[in-house]
């Protein structure tokens, strides 16, 4: 059985505590800055506060891995090197990567740091995965969440390093380290700033009959009635009328959240040495709900019981819940 380690979100300091003491095996986090893919005021660490972060991660035997998941813009490739190196000398454990340069400078660099190539990179082959590994030493890949489990199988197979998966959280079904949606509004990206849907541009306004609207730079992407739950505002989960839908539909997605409680035995299984929940933007109660429900679910499946899964429903995003692609389809 693989170890089966639980990677939790840490978006602030208050954040990365709650994940170590609900039982986290290791928490991800970045700087207040765009080399990271969640660059949002109020949200990161500064050096400071990462050295802090990481004293007391380590005194509970809990790991640090350090988010340099962007892509540096021509010619400003030295925020990254510099992200690198102060990682480095503040003892994280490992650098989540997905720009070939900024892992080659790693591999260079700091030959005796550990990567693991971030869901950014967009690698889902046996052949892309095995490149990085063979030119940059990647310890550890994170899959896309279009894979499923007989997938995910096959692959391991395949490839000289570990495999980790979303487990729970959002559910994008666009091609991850692939999108330019916002970007095409904003001029701000997930991929190159570390934004989406940065908060400058985003507004909401109350209407009359009680129902709530949501603009993107000017664009209003959604409308929630009265009852709704307003759903993050991205242009891709937004939904919008055209002459054949007046009454709205999602053009791209339907907001819904990934759950994989259930598959955790099949993909310990299928080999997958790591579970990583997403929400670096959500709040502590989020970090402890979250983290301790899956906290004991994993321990029950590493003790051969079974697994008895909170209700996470309320925890979500959307109205609904999701297993995805992950047992949908078959190994072509």
Known sequence: MSLAELICPAGTPAALRTAVDAGADAVYCGFQNATNARNFPGLN??????AEAVAYA???????????????????????????????????????????????????????????LSVQAAASSPEAIRYYCDHFGVRRVVLPRILTIPEIRQ?????????????FGNHGLMVEGRCS????????????????????????????????SSRLAGFTIDRFGPEEKAGYPTICKGRYTAPHRPEGYYAFEEPVSLNLSRLLPELIDAGVHAFKIEGRQRSKSYVRGVVRAFRAAVDDIRAGRQANMADLVALTEGQKQTQGAFETKKWR
């Open 155 to 167: 692959i391991k197979r395949e490839i000289p390093c570990e495999i980790e998966t979303f487990i």
């Open 58 to 116: 380590h005194a509970r035997g809990t790991k640090v891995l350090l988010a340099l998941n962007t892509y540096p813009p021509a010619g400003k490739v030295d925020l990254w090197r510099q992200a690198a190196d102060l990682g480095v000398r503040l003892g994280v454990d490992a650098f989540i990567v997905a720009d070939m340069g900024v892992a080659d400078y790693i591999a260079r660099t700091h030959p005796q740091a550990r990567l693991h």
């Open 181 to 212: 949606l916002t970007n095409y509004l904003t001029g701000q990206s997930t991929n190159m700033d570390g934004v989406c849907s940065p908060a400058s541009d985003v507004e909401y306004a109350r209407h009359e009959d009680g129902a709530m």
């Open 45 to 50: 660490f500064t050096p400071d506060e990462l």
